[in-house]
Structure formats: C-alpha cells, structure tokens
C-alpha cells in the first residue's frame, strides 16, 4: 500500500509491505525501515489495519521505529531520523534482543522508541540525553 503523507509542507511517499506483520516493513523516499506499533489494550482497540499509536501524559504522539543499521556492517544502531536524544534504556555490556527499546529519539514533538535491530550485546553508546543527532548518526554499537 502506498500512502502520500505531508510534514511541514513537505511531501513524502511512504510504502508499507503489510500492516500485520511485525515488524512492519515502510520504505520511505526509498529508505526501508521497521516499524514496531506499540499492542493496543483490548479496550477500545483499533481496528484491524489502522495505525496504532498511543499518546503520552505530555500529549505528544509516540511511535516506535526499529533503528536501521549503518553501513558499518550492522554493528551499529543508527538514527532513523533527526532529532532530540530523551531517554536511555541500555548500558555497555547489556545483552539486548531484536525489538527491545534501546533508547527514545524526539523529533517534531513525537516520541520515537528506538529499538534493537538484532539480538546483541551493546558494546558502547554514542550519544548522551539531551543529544541533538542527525539521520544516520550512530547511536549504539553492538559488540562483535
């Protein structure tokens, strides 16, 4: 399915394989990321193939992106997109598996859960809270 999507007066062409798998495939300007929608409660859940999102106490909205890897052979964890570094769920050393958030990226007032691309240990992180990073800045490497 293609969708045409408008941010800040710009538009951009998104792709997304199928909605139901997890995680769910979006190329985007022909750039492929993973998308993991956080689960809705069984309470006034969306309806099969609508986008899930939840919104905060702070009222801004959250999503939540699987970071692509670099091209430094998938050791590292970059950024999908820039932004605002916010929070830092891992440490050096920590064994992570492929979904778990890893850290929290705002950009244009919106939460984005940055989550392990692979099962992994992390070897260092790259940046600090309160970063301003780029697309495809290193975030987090993973040990060899």
């Known amino acids: 399915m293609k969708i045409q999507v408008v941010i800040d007066n710009q538009s951009y ?3 997304v394989e199928n909605v139901h798998s997890r995680p769910v ?3 985007v300007q022909g750039e492929r990321f993973e998308v993991w929608p956080e689960a809705p409660d069984t309470e006034g859940a ?3 193939g609508a986008p899930i999102i939840s919104v905060p106490d702070s009222g801004s909205v959250s999503s939540a992106l699987d970071a692509p890897t670099s091209a430094y052979g998938g050791a590292d ?4 997109l820039p932004g605002v570094i916010i929070a830092i769920m891992v440490k050096p050393g920590e064994s992570v598996t492929r979904g778990q958030e890893l850290c929290t990226l705002e950009a244009m007032k919106m939460k984005n859960a940055i989550r392990a691309n692979r099962d992994g240990v992390v070897a260092s992180i790259e940046v600090n809270i309160g970063d301003q990073v780029g697309h495809n800045q290193v975030l987090i490497t993973y040990a060899e």
């Open 13 to 15: 062409t998104v792709e």
């Open 25 to 27: 495939i979006a190329t």
């Open 46 to 48: 969306a309806p099969i």
């Open 77 to 80: 964890v970059v950024s999908p």
